[in-house]
């Protein structure tokens, strides 16, 4: 019988973020200031973000340490658990051997406590007060309200509003973890009163609620901006958890021939990827396949375009070097809301433009129909941006099933879908579109 668990004990949690830059052959494209277009230095990201990330945004340093307060936090859920899909492998009657790694294990439900543990412990050491951040889906907010709450700061979440009506409970957990959460458009900024002023009905979207967030961040000294994705020092965080599964996949013996996982402003997929990525580029491991999968109906990276652009929609980030379908995008509201942001990391999207990793989009009703696969095999009822590989992973083992091929495909689980249940509810009852 086939090992199904890859465990690994307190002990082995990384000590060492990776960072992929150093070994990039052509580093992505500096961010540039919105008015005078030149590259902008670590001093203009000073009064959003504290030295200690600022300082991880632009570093060349290969592997970076965790700090011991960051991996005490750590231990209250990591390592996380690998898994062989034994039971999903048998129904989808393929020989490909298919594992994946499970970051819904945290009281947050997702990968992003990573970061946000790391980024509140940087802005506690430099006197920060109070995080301000933006939700999309509530992933993001809920994490860093805990976050925030482990090193005794408030946090204040600006929630897309479509979101903030249609998942209620999220706004409760994070309300629980002590966190102010504002729907967005709010009355409570200029940009959110502009905003509502044009259309008082406005759904939000993540580029309106950043823009929220930054100007209240701005407004007091005390006061730091978090970002849950996108950023260099985010995708550093998150590579915890590839560092993880490199040390598991050798565990059960195997080298991925695919590595699949999703991308929204690609954190996960980054974290997950990268650290076998490296292989790669120092040419180590050749003939590994990446895919990063997004939604058909917010498909930056297979749509968009590689070229400057705002991360926000008010215009007040530098611009970022992205594939973007551009900043006053507002995606149709597809419940996989971690993945309805307009651009993509710029270390992901260089990525994608040197060609390392494929870019793949998938319709929403193919990704429920793997999604509830997958929970009638492994038990795991996924969210909906995770259900994303699975769908991919489907496509794949049925191309090993005709050709005989045994390839072993590894994705990223990156949160469970508890609270998402009103998008299963949907697609069950057959009202989803
Ligand atoms: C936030 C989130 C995403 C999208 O963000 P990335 O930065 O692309 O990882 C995907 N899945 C889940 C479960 C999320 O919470």
């Known amino acids: 019988m086939a090992r199904r668990q890859f465990m690994l004990s307190e002990k082995e949690i990384p000590t060492h973020w990776y960072n992929i830059v150093p070994d990039m052959k052509e580093p992505p494209p500096p961010p540039i200031h919105p008015v005078t277009k030149e590259p902008i230095g670590p001093e203009a990201l000073a009064p959003i973000f504290p030295m200690g990330l600022i300082e991880q945004e632009v570093s060349t340093e290969r592997f970076i340490e965790i700090p011991e307060e960051v991996r005490e936090i750590y231990r209250i859920w990591r390592p996380t658990p690998l898994y062989r899909a034994t039971r999903f492998e048998k129904l989808l009657d393929t020989p490909a051997r298919i594992y994946y790694k499970y970051e819904g294990t945290n009281p947050a439900g997702s990968h992003k406590p990573n970061t946000a543990v790391a980024q509140a412990y940087y802005n506690k050491k430099e006197g920060t007060k109070r995080i301000i951040t933006e939700t999309g889906a509530g992933q993001w907010g809920t994490a860093l309200s805990m976050a925030c709450k482990f090193f005794d700061m408030e946090a204040v979440v600006f929630m897309v509003r479509v979101s903030y009506d249609q998942k209620p409970y999220r706004k409760i957990l994070m309300e629980t973890f002590g966190g102010t959460v504002h729907p967005s458009p709010s009355p409570l900024t200029e940009f959110g009163k502009k905003m509502l002023a044009e259309d008082p009905d406005c759904p939000g979207s993540l580029g309106i609620a950043i823009s929220e967030a930054i100007e209240v961040a701005v407004s007091k000294e005390e006061n730091k901006y978090a970002l849950g994705s996108v950023l260099n020092h985010v995708l550093l965080h998150q590579t915890v958890i590839g560092e993880e ?170 949160g469970h879908g508890l609270l998402d249940l009103s998008a299963y509810d949907a697609f069950l009852s057959g009202r989803m579109e």
Not at 284 to 293: D, F, Q, S
Not at 310 to 321: K, R, V
Not at 324 to 343: C, E, K, M, N, Q
Not at 394 to 403: D, H, L
């Open 245 to 414: 599964v490199r040390k598991q996949m050798e565990m059960a013996g195997e080298y991925p021939d695919i590595i699949i996982g999703c991308c929204g402003g690609g954190s996960n997929y980054a974290g997950f990827a990268f650290p076998f990525l490296r292989d790669k580029l120092t040419g180590e491991r050749n003939h590994t396949r990446y895919i990063g999968v997004e939604p058909a109906s917010c498909p930056s990276l297979t749509e968009g375009k590689y070229r400057y652009d705002h991360g926000d929609t008010a215009g007040m980030t530098p611009l970022l070097m992205m594939y973007t379908l551009g900043a006053d995008f507002v995606p149709p509201s597809i419940h996989a809301g971690g993945l309805r942001y307009h651009g993509m990391a710029p270390l992901v999207s260089a990525l994608v433009n040197q060609g390392y990793i494929e870019p793949l989009a998938i319709p929403q009703k193919e990704i429920f129909e793997a999604a509830v696969k997958f929970a009638h095999t492994e038990g795991i009822v996924p969210a909906p941006e995770p259900s994303h590989c699975i769908a991919a992973v489907i496509r794949e083992a049925a191309k090993c099933r005709e050709s005989g091929e045994s390839k072993v495909i590894l994705f990223n689980l990156c």
